[in-house]
């Protein structure tokens, strides 16, 4: 971190922040969403900004997701920066054509002609009582597509930098927030300016037993759970990759040869996800040095379900990651 | 526009129509050779051919500036080369070769050229209209006075898109033309079976201003897109204009036996009586602008044109293997 005054910061204010620098930095950036100009977004992430930079770069569109995802794409392929406001990450579902098939490929189809830089920014995670539509974690899906990078920050000091490189950026990046960390997670965050590179993991804690490899607000959780397996005498090593695609993925083989050991947690849904693929690259990374299995926890293969009870069933828990890490470790 | 003002233009313009007849030819041969090619197996994947419907691109792109944006169709090969596309370059691309426009990357659906505000033929069926409609907004933020044009077939209708963007373009006051090419099929699928309702109330409905052309006749439409872009660049939003065309050969030019979704007799009709290139050649016979010699000279050399940019396709290299992973991200 660079030496400077540092402010605990909201998830949601680093997210503002940086969308507000950038703004001022760079005219040709704008926001394009649902309820982000006078609402400041439902999750109230951008409150603010319409007042100072105006309607004419912070734009209330019509609920057409793809509509506006559309315009963004082509605005950016000439001369513009937009910053997409996908409210829920379900609706994601809604943009697949043009973030799948127009953004990810014009680059590469027009033989590197065209470039799109435009950043979607949305949401993941479950436990906000929203049920099956409001609630998944889709972003293993955009890791899928060449042409897109994708961007899962857990920190609001890594949202600030992280977001900042995105819109600089001159591809379509998506960035997933988890929606419980707006307002819930406060972090230290520089006054100064600085960003943070994509493809570079960050070692949030430093262990020598076993590798919890984590995403999003999973961090908060592989962190709980390595507490808990101090008390058990486990020292846990808590990796983030920060950014999906690129993928740095020298730093979570290195940690995993040092431990010898590896838990992969992220709330996607495991089945063909994220905790597959980084899984996959411990277990080739690293394979003569494990001393098991490398394991995985994500979302439950259910939709989410709405009865409270139910849905916290489904949700990686800081109690599932300690118990598995510690049978991994035979310790029990 | 009064039908004297409309005379006096098209007696100023000679240089204009002589244009529009070379590019209708153009385009016309340019397709002729990729017939060719395909069937003598020397192009790769698919090729849908815009005989026929000519005057549509042509027309409109005769009445933009080199800098204003289009976005174009599967059916693209008329956008790109009325916008200013060079054939040799084209057809390299067409046969999958580095000197194409992609670097033959993107093949026949997909060609895209900064230097000539071509955003990039399209694949998927009124894919591109999100796109257009995003230039014309950055034109209108950064107020760099282009508009977009954004072509697509009739049956681009039945996407939902469409009217996302018509919502988002009225709304928002934004410099872009969607040219609606009614060339009657969808596929191998009359529109009559796919499409409810009438067509230009369908951008009404948005109060987005609709008008109707003979998309035959590359005069008119040419007029028409003349007003409508006009209109555009001056602020006062979208429109939509509708174009009833005609699709001479198949979908793509594998489909030749097309009897169970349409006439010979049809094919003919059009062929003859409405083809947009004879049409023009005869007004301008017949309104003095050239004489039959005149437009067999511009035949002549327009075919040598074409052939000589196949031999240059031909000739070209394929693209080295490192290509494959270059472009994937800027």
């Given at each position: 971190?660079?030496?400077?005054?540092?402010?605990?910061?909201?998830?949601?204010?680093?997210?503002?922040?940086?969308?507000?620098?950038?703004?001022?930095?760079?005219?040709?950036?704008?926001?394009?969403?649902?309820?982000?100009?006078?609402?400041?977004?439902?999750?109230?992430?951008?409150?603010?900004?319409?007042?100072?930079?105006?309607?004419?770069?912070?734009?209330?569109?019509?609920?057409?997701?793809?509509?506006?995802?559309?315009?963004?794409?082509?605005?950016?392929?000439?001369?513009?920066?937009?910053?997409?406001?996908?409210?829920?990450?379900?609706?994601?579902?809604?943009?697949?054509?043009?973030?799948?098939?127009?953004?990810?490929?014009?680059?590469?189809?027009?033989?590197?002609?065209?470039?799109?830089?435009?950043?979607?920014?949305?949401?993941?995670?479950?436990?906000?009582?929203?049920?099956?539509?409001?609630?998944?974690?889709?972003?293993?899906?955009?890791?899928?597509?060449?042409?897109?990078?994708?961007?899962?920050?857990?920190?609001?000091?890594?949202?600030?930098?992280?977001?900042?490189?995105?819109?600089?950026?001159?591809?379509?990046?998506?960035?997933?927030?988890?929606?419980?960390?707006?307002?819930?997670?406060?972090?230290?965050?520089?006054?100064?300016?600085?960003?943070?590179?994509?493809?570079?993991?960050?070692?949030?804690?430093?262990?020598?037993?076993?590798?919890?490899?984590?995403?999003?607000?999973?961090?908060?959780?592989?962190?709980?759970?390595?507490?808990?397996?101090?008390?058990?005498?486990?020292?846990?090593?808590?990796?983030?990759?920060?950014?999906?695609?690129?993928?740095?993925?020298?730093?979570?083989?290195?940690?995993?040869?040092?431990?010898?050991?590896?838990?992969?947690?992220?709330?996607?849904?495991?089945?063909?996800?994220?905790?597959?693929?980084?899984?996959?690259?411990?277990?080739?990374?690293?394979?003569?040095?494990?001393?098991?299995?490398?394991?995985?926890?994500?979302?439950?293969?259910?939709?989410?379900?709405?009865?409270?009870?139910?849905?916290?069933?489904?949700?990686?828990?800081?109690?599932?990651?300690?118990?598995?890490?510690?049978?991994?470790?035979?310790?029990? | 526009?009064?039908?004297?003002?409309?005379?006096?233009?098209?007696?100023?313009?000679?240089?204009?129509?002589?244009?529009?007849?070379?590019?209708?030819?153009?385009?016309?041969?340019?397709?002729?050779?990729?017939?060719?090619?395909?069937?003598?197996?020397?192009?790769?994947?698919?090729?849908?051919?815009?005989?026929?419907?000519?005057?549509?691109?042509?027309?409109?792109?005769?009445?933009?500036?080199?800098?204003?944006?289009?976005?174009?169709?599967?059916?693209?090969?008329?956008?790109?080369?009325?916008?200013?596309?060079t054939p040799d370059l084209m057809f390299a691309e067409l046969l999958g070769k580095e000197a194409g426009y992609c670097r033959g990357k993107g093949g026949s659906m997909h060609i895209a050229d900064p230097a000539t505000g071509n955003l990039g033929a399209n694949a998927i069926v009124g894919g591109s209209m999100g796109i257009a409609t995003g230039a014309a907004f950055s034109a209108k933020y950064l107020k760099n006075g282009r508009v977009a044009v954004c072509f697509f077939g009739e049956g681009a209708l039945g996407q939902g898109l469409f009217y996302e963007e018509?919502?988002?373009?009225?709304?928002?006051?934004?410099?872009?033309?969607?040219?609606?090419?009614?060339?009657?099929?969808?596929?191998?699928?009359?529109?009559?079976?796919?499409?409810?309702?009438?067509?230009?109330?369908?951008?009404?409905?948005?109060?987005?201003?609709?008008?109707?052309?003979?998309?035959?006749?590359?005069?008119?439409?040419?007029e028409t897109a003349r007003r409508l872009i006009e209109r555009a660049r001056a602020g006062d939003g979208p429109s939509f204009l509708l174009c009833n065309t005609y699709r001479y050969t198949g979908h793509h030019v594998g489909d030749i036996n097309r009897e169970y979704y349409r006439t010979k007799l049809e094919e003919q009709e059009w062929k003859t009586v409405r083809d947009p290139i004879r049409l023009h050649g005869e007004r301008l016979v017949s309104e003095e602008l050239a004489d039959a010699l005149a437009l067999d000279a511009l035949e002549a050399e327009v075919?040598?044109?074409?052939?000589?940019?196949?031999?240059?396709?031909?000739?070209?290299?394929?693209?080295?293997?490192?290509?494959?992973?270059?472009?994937?991200?800027?």
């Amino acid at each position: 971190m660079p030496d400077t005054e540092y402010r605990e910061l909201t998830y949601a204010q680093a997210v503002r922040e940086a969308l507000a620098e950038e703004m001022r930095r760079d005219s040709r950036v704008c926001i394009l969403g649902e309820d982000v100009a006078e609402a400041g977004t439902p999750f109230k992430v951008l409150s603010g900004l319409v007042e100072e930079f105006g309607t004419d770069r912070v734009l209330d569109t019509p609920i057409s997701e793809a509509g506006f995802t559309g315009l963004a794409v082509g605005a950016a392929m000439t001369g513009l920066r937009p910053v997409v406001d996908i409210m829920f990450g379900d609706f994601l579902t809604l943009t697949m054509d043009q973030m799948v098939n127009q953004a990810a490929k014009i680059h590469y189809m027009s033989g590197g002609k065209w470039r799109v830089p435009m950043v979607l920014r949305t949401t993941l995670g479950a436990s906000r009582r929203s049920a099956a539509q409001h609630s998944q974690s889709l972003h293993a899906w955009l890791s899928h597509v060449p042409g897109l990078k994708v961007v899962i920050p857990s920190t609001p000091y890594d949202v600030k930098g992280l977001l900042k490189t995105a819109i600089r950026d001159d591809n379509p990046v998506v960035l997933f927030e988890d929606k419980m960390m707006h307002h819930k997670l406060k972090g230290a965050v520089p006054a100064g300016e600085y960003t943070i590179p994509f493809g570079v993991a960050d070692v949030k804690r430093v262990g020598t037993d076993i590798t919890l490899v984590a995403t999003s607000s999973m961090v908060q959780v592989a962190l709980g759970a390595a507490a808990m397996l101090v008390e058990v005498g486990i020292s846990a090593e808590v990796v983030d990759p920060r950014t999906l695609w690129p993928l740095d993925e020298k730093t979570l083989i290195e940690s995993v040869k040092k431990t010898s050991r590896a838990i992969v947690i992220d709330e996607g849904y495991g089945r063909y996800g994220v905790t597959a693929e980084l899984a996959s690259v411990i277990s080739e990374g690293a394979f003569y040095h494990l001393d098991g299995p490398v394991g995985r926890i994500g979302a439950m293969h259910v939709p989410i379900p709405f009865s409270p009870p139910l849905e916290d069933l489904t949700v990686p828990t800081e109690k599932a990651l300690f118990e598995a890490a510690r049978k991994l470790c035979r310790k029990s | 526009m009064s039908i004297v003002s409309e005379r006096a233009a098209t007696t100023f313009s000679k240089d204009l129509w002589m244009h529009a007849y070379r590019q209708m030819v153009r385009i016309r041969m340019f397709e002729e050779q990729v017939n060719e090619l395909y069937t003598r197996a020397l192009m790769p994947g698919l090729a849908h051919l815009y005989s026929g419907e000519e005057a549509i691109a042509v027309g409109i792109c005769e009445a933009l500036q080199k800098d204003d944006y289009i976005t174009s169709t599967h059916r693209g090969h008329g956008h790109c080369l009325a916008k200013g596309a060079t054939p040799d370059l084209m057809f390299a691309e067409l046969l999958g070769k580095e000197a194409g426009y992609c670097r033959g990357k993107g093949g026949s659906m997909h060609i895209a050229d900064p230097a000539t505000g071509n955003l990039g033929a399209n694949a998927i069926v009124g894919g591109s209209m999100g796109i257009a409609t995003g230039a014309a907004f950055s034109a209108k933020y950064l107020k760099n006075g282009r508009v977009a044009v954004c072509f697509f077939g009739e049956g681009a209708l039945g996407q939902g898109l469409f009217y996302e963007e018509l919502n988002l373009a009225q709304l928002w006051k934004l410099p872009v033309i969607y040219v609606c090419e009614n060339n009657l099929y969808n596929e191998y699928t009359h529109y009559s079976e796919t499409t409810a309702g009438d067509i230009c109330t369908r951008a009404t409905a948005f109060d987005v201003m609709a008008e109707e052309v003979d998309g035959q006749d590359v005069q008119a439409v040419y007029e028409t897109a003349r007003r409508l872009i006009e209109r555009a660049r001056a602020g006062d939003g979208p429109s939509f204009l509708l174009c009833n065309t005609y699709r001479y050969t198949g979908h793509h030019v594998g489909d030749i036996n097309r009897e169970y979704y349409r006439t010979k007799l049809e094919e003919q009709e059009w062929k003859t009586v409405r083809d947009p290139i004879r049409l023009h050649g005869e007004r301008l016979v017949s309104e003095e602008l050239a004489d039959a010699l005149a437009l067999d000279a511009l035949e002549a050399e327009v075919r040598a044109e074409m052939k000589a940019a196949v031999e240059f396709a031909i000739a070209a290299s394929y693209p080295a293997a490192e290509e494959v992973e270059n472009h994937v991200y800027a």
